[in-house]
């Protein structure tokens, strides 16, 4: 990942130089007729930096995540949850809150999707599964 980011910074200093009107090696300026003058080939280098500037930004946030932001929870780890859920255990503990608020994102997600969480004002289901409110 750091090969890449010093290839990012590297082409922004050379697009920031043929934006400013500069040869990138020397530092001089370049004519006036030259194409990297023209306004919208101006305002596209422009843009590749901004692009390149974000790029940058997205490989250093994602340098500091734990390993396992992101992944998808494996069938065992779904059913486990689910079955821990049926017999109200509590979540176990984990060695990062990382994982802690996975596991509870995804308790939070299976469980709407079970019909186990209500919506506010929702009392739970009536004998033909229909919801039932309070109001």
């Known amino acids: 990942m750091t ?33 990297v003058n023209n306004i919208e080939v101006n305002r596209a280098m ?24 992101g992944k998808g929870w494996t069938e065992e780890e779904e059913q486990q949850l689910k079955d821990e859920f049926d017999r109200s255990e509590p979540l176990p503990p984990t060695k990062s809150p990382t994982a802690s608020l996975r596991m509870l994102a995804k308790g939070i997600s299976l469980s709407s999707q079970q019909g186990f969480v ?14 039932m409110s309070s109001s």
Not at 4 to 33: C, D, I, M, W, Y
Not at 52 to 61: E, K, V, Y
Not at 118 to 131: D, E, F, L, M, S
């Open 46 to 69: 422009s843009t590749a930096v901004m692009a390149l500037d974000q790029m940058t930004a997205r490989l250093t946030r994602r340098a500091i995540l734990p390993d396992e932001v």
């Open 118 to 131: 209500r919506a506010p004002g929702q009392i739970g289901k009536g004998r033909n599964g229909a919801a």
């Open 3 to 35: 090969a890449l980011k010093n290839q990012f910074q590297k082409a922004r200093v050379v697009l920031e130089s043929l934006v400013q009107g500069l040869h990138p090696e020397s530092g001089a300026e370049l004519p006036k007729e030259d194409v």
